[in-house]
C-alpha cells in the first residue's frame, strides 16, 4: 500500500537574488528601488505611496509609473479562534516585492533633488529600506550592483574553488 505524504502550506518563496529583471530604470529617469529582502507591501501602503510622491510634486510636469501591482489576496481569521474552519476572510491585497527591485519611476521636467525629496518621503511611508536610482544605473543581482568588474557569472559561480587534491582527501575512501 503506497503511502501518501499530507502537503502542508509553508510560505510561497520570495526571489531573494540570482535575477537582475525588474532592477534598473525603464520608462522614466528616476527610481524608487527595494533594499531589503523579503516584504509584502499592501496596496493601500503602495497607494500611500503614490499620493505622496502626487502632492510633493503638485503643479510640475511628469508622469509615475508603478512596477508592481498587488496582485495577492491576504485572508485572515480571527485571534481567539479554534484550528481548523477553513482559510478565513478576505482581508486586503498585497505584493511580495523582490529586493532590489524597482517599485516606482518618475519622468518628467522635474529637478533631480525634488525627485529624491518626493521619493524618500514615500519611502518612509512603505514598509522596507529604499534607495533613489537613475536612469543608465548598472543593475542589481541581490543586493550587489553589477559593473565595475562585477559580472553575473562571477557572482553564480561557487565561491570557493578547492584543489584538486583536498577535494579528493574529503570524500570517503572506497574499498
Known sequence: MAHTKKSRKGRPRVPTGGSTRGTTVVWGDYGLRMRDH????????LKNGEETIRKRLRGMKYRLYM????????YTSGNESRM??????????????????????LKGDVHEQVVRDAFRLAGNKMPGLY?????????????TK?????TAEELRRPRIKLP???TTARLPASA
Open 84 to 105: 481548523g474552519k477553513g482559510k478565513g476572510t478576505f482581508d486586503y491585497w498585497a505584493s511580495r516585492v523582490a529586493v532590489s527591485k524597482i517599485i516606482f519611476e
Open 38 to 45: 523579503d516584504r509584502r507591501v499592501s496596496a493601500s501602503q
Open 146 to 150: 553589477l559593473g565595475e568588474g562585477v
Open 131 to 143: 534607495e533613489f536610482v537613475k536612469r543608465g544605473d548598472p543593475p542589481v543581482m541581490g543586493i
Open 67 to 74: 512596477r508592481i501591482c498587488a496582485n495577492i489576496g491576504v
Open 164 to 166: 584538486l587534491e583536498q
